[in-house]
């Protein structure tokens, strides 16, 4: 809790949750939640909030000192055992980096920094990336969103999947034009960001697909795809099991799927989260 600890004390300094995310580089949706942690840890309210200004009340004012005290403790305990690293690193990441990068990047990470705790938290792009606005993982592995993210947020690129078609191996070969127009298709979730670069590129090119499932997991997609209930639209995996599959480029209409790393960039290089991000950077540059 010592992220909100600090959140709660710059909070009674500045008066507004807004200000306090100014100085530490979160939104006010951010700073509310980490408040909103801490009272329930505490199980007491601890401002009197008003419209534009979030005043301490008589157990805020009792817990500003303790809250200072204990975040002193912290940071000293911090610099006393700076040449070994040790704490814990929460990542969201969605099902298909978990396959292959993550697996990677945490072999390397492991081998270097084997006290740190690592906890992995499932999930689609959109939930993650709002995970990481509330600060409750420290970085997520996700698809690029299709809009601008907050100022206090960075990405980090990482990988670009091309997305093919993919068939049973059983099906006569056709053009993929053809095979999307005509064949059952198992469609990629379109409430996910993956899902919504798909439909782009279906209207883009003007093809009316016969819908036969609709969801937002790659390897599912593929089974189905194998086991002949349709034809999908997914990004090459690396690693992904090819057995009963053929796949097809779309020529010069192929697009990418964009895979990359969101948090409060840069991470500091001596961080837990730099020495990550550094790792998945390497194991995503791997052939």
């Not at 809790?1 to 710059?10: P, R, S």
């Not at 993929?176 to 209207?203: C, N």
């Not at 997914?234 to 010069?252: A, I």
Request: proline share 5%; hydrophobic share 50%.
């Amino acid at each position: 809790m010592i992220k909100e600890f600090k959140t709660f004390i710059a909070v009674a300094r500045d008066g507004t949750f807004t200000g306090a995310g100014a100085q530490l580089g979160l939104t006010q949706s951010a700073v509310s939640a980490q408040i909103k942690r801490l009272e329930e840890y505490l199980g007491v309210a601890l401002f009197d909030r008003g419209a534009r200004a979030a005043t301490l009340n008589a157990h805020g004012r009792e817990m500003l000192p303790q809250a200072e005290e204990l975040v002193a403790m912290a940071e000293r305990m911090a610099t006393a055992g700076a040449g070994h690293v040790s704490g814990s690193l929460r990542i969201g990441a969605i099902a298909s980096v978990q396959q292959d990068l993550l697996v990677r990047a945490l072999g390397e990470f492991r081998a270097g920094y084997p006290d740190v705790r690592v906890r992995i938290v499932p999930g689609v792009s959109l939930s993650l990336l709002g995970q990481v606005d509330a600060g409750e993982v420290d970085m997520a592995l996700l698809i690029r969103p299709p809009f601008a993210l907050p100022p206090e947020l960075g990405w980090q690129p990482l990988l670009r999947e091309e997305v093919v078609l993919a068939m049973p191996e059983s099906m006569p070969l056709a053009p993929w034009r053809e095979l999307l127009a005509t064949q059952p298709f198992i469609r990629y979730d379109r409430a996910s960001f993956g899902g919504r670069v798909v439909d782009l590129f279906l209207k883009k090119q003007r093809i009316t697909v016969h819908e036969a499932v609709e969801l937002d997991e790659i390897e599912a997609i593929a089974n189905m795809v194998r086991h002949g209930l349709g034809v999908g639209l997914l990004p090459r995996l690396r690693g992904l099991n090819l057995d009963g599959l053929r796949l097809l480029s779309l020529g010069e209409a192929a697009f990418h799927r964009e895979i990359g790393i969101i948090g409060r960039l840069p991470f500091d290089a001596g961080s837990v989260g730099g020495k990550m991000a550094e790792c998945l950077g390497r194991a995503a540059a791997a052939p």
